[in-house]
């Protein structure tokens, strides 16, 4: 590789570090959205690029930026997550413990502990990344997939178990399903998404209205935060992280099961009270994840996020077998990514927290929640709001039943059972409903690579969420490409 191709592809790895740390520290405005620009954009980069580096490296570059600004979003989420309450959709359940910190006066704490849980969580994963990938292209993925519908079933199950032994079996079953049908209605209904500037995506107002404003809604009047402080140390140690690491290989290829849910599951196995040793075992599961879901894309050509899917778009096969360069890149690209996202979010966690110290609680709530809905409504129209209603009134159970906020996963979790067949089949049994669903679940859901009518061969993927759409993912094995 010549120095100026060199240049060119560190350039853009820095380009994606620089954006991924305004997508991370600006709440609603998701990577996946950067993922859609550098999609849209990418002809005319290749046009660009073509003659100042090799045409097959051209690719590599532009997903480059997207694989970095990943990364560096899945550090810098952490702090507004913290210091503000306003959630992402791997990290939502962190706001709870992080905002118990931070009214201690803790808040660097919260952030330091993420963001060793996401270095270790993010090197283990680049470590074990060409060794699962023989593993899943020599016949693991096939064994794995016909798992999935049970997988889901049993950490639903262990859900239910930790809120029995809790004393909230009913609300917290209440809150599961009522969560799972608006998630369902959300991912497979055809409800508008349009607001002012633009398509948006409702799963934005729908996690919000469950994670993000009960919290900021119980905000306490009168008071202000207390000072931070920042001792500079390593506030949980390497165990928390490699818990992570553990159920983020679980979660990177089983859909559905997002880094807090993964986090629930393996304290209920290894029960753990700290809020940061929590606060670090879920940004290392959600690391392990957009990592690992390079593998998923290499073996069967389906991805577990939006920024993954274009990734596959744009590398089309080269991505595919074993080791192949452009998936080496990609590591390359995470693992200096991920040095950088971890020094520009200690940096971003000082700056946030000399900044809140006095400010009044209610206000900043107040702020933050106008903040929020007004955004809803920009990006997603009248039905986000709705939508942020509801959600927020399934929301208030954990808050007035004390049962676990973790239930409120169910919002991704139902929909994934039933996209699968003997989910579908349970279902209609139920509702007296003949072979043919009433309503055929749309293949836009953001949780699985899993055909749910043919198997082992990926589903297509809708990106409407995105502003994209295309027909097929490539099968490595041998299966077309689809058109975009």
């Not at 900044?355 to 409504?377: E, M, P, R």
Request: proline share 6%; with cysteine; hydrophobic share 50%.
């Amino acid at each position: 590789m010549d120095p100026v191709s060199v240049s060119v592809i560190a350039l853009f790895l820095l380009l994606g570090c620089a954006l991924g740390t305004i997508t991370g520290l600006v709440p609603g405005i998701h990577v996946n959205t950067l993922a859609t620009m550098m999609f849209t954009s990418y002809p005319v980069m290749r046009d660009v690029l073509g003659p100042l580096i090799q045409e097959d490296l051209v690719p590599i570059a532009v997903c480059g930026v997207i694989m970095s600004a990943s990364v560096v979003h899945s550090f810098m989420d952490f702090v507004p997550s913290v210091f503000i309450g306003a959630p992402d959709a791997e990290d939502a359940l962190s706001v709870l413990p992080g905002h118990k910190l931070l009214l201690e006066g803790h808040g660097m704490t919260a952030v330091r502990a993420a963001a060793v849980g996401i270095l270790i969580g993010c090197s283990a994963a680049i470590v074990m990344a060409i060794p699962l990938q023989y593993i899943m292209l020599n016949g693991a993925a096939e064994i794995l997939n016909g798992m999935t519908w049970y997988v889901l079933v049993a950490i639903s199950g262990l859900l239910m178990i930790n809120e029995y032994r809790k004393g909230t079996l009913v609300p917290g079953i209440t809150a599961f399903i009522l969560a799972g049908v608006l998630g369902y209605a959300v991912m497979n209904l055809p409800i508008p998404s349009g607001g002012i500037l633009g398509e948006g995506t409702l799963l934005m107002p729908l996690l919000t209205g469950l994670f993000g404003l009960p919290v900021l809604l119980e905000s306490d009047g009168g008071h202000r935060f207390p000072e931070q402080t920042d001792d500079g140390k390593d506030p949980v140690g390497p165990v928390p992280g490699l818990k992570g690491v553990i159920m983020g290989t679980v979660a990177g290829w089983f859909p559905g099961i997002t880094s807090t849910v993964g986090a629930t599951v393996s304290s209920t196995v290894m029960p753990d009270r700290s809020p940061e040793r929590f606060i670090s075992t879920v940004a290392s599961i959600g690391t392990v994840t957009t990592v690992l879901s390079l593998v998923t894309l290499s073996v069967s050509g389906g991805g577990r996020s939006g920024t993954v899917i274009v990734i596959g778009q744009i590398l089309g096969e080269s991505i595919g077998g074993f080791a192949s360069v452009p998936f080496t890149m990609m590591l390359l690209s995470a693992a200096v990514s991920s040095v950088i996202g971890y020094v520009l979010m200690i940096k971003a966690g000082r700056v946030m927290a000399g900044a809140i110290t006095g400010v009044d609680q209610k206000k900043l709530a107040h702020i933050v929640i106008i903040f929020l809905l007004a955004l809803t409504f920009l990006t997603t129209g009248v039905w986000g709001l709705a939508i942020s209603a509801m959600a927020l009134t399934i929301g208030y159970i954990p808050v007035r039943t004390g049962c676990g906020r973790t239930m409120l996963c169910g919002c991704l979790i139902l929909p994934c059972l039933l996209r699968f067949p003997l989910g579908f089949r349970l279902g209609q049994e139920l509702l007296g409903i003949d072979d043919e669903p009433l309503v055929r679940p749309r293949t836009d859901l953001p949780c699985g690579i899993v055909d749910p009518y043919r198997e082992h061969q990926p589903a297509p993927v809708h990106l409407d969420k995105l502003r994209l759409a295309h027909d097929g993912h490539a099968d490595r094995r041998g299966c077309a490409v689809g058109d975009v």
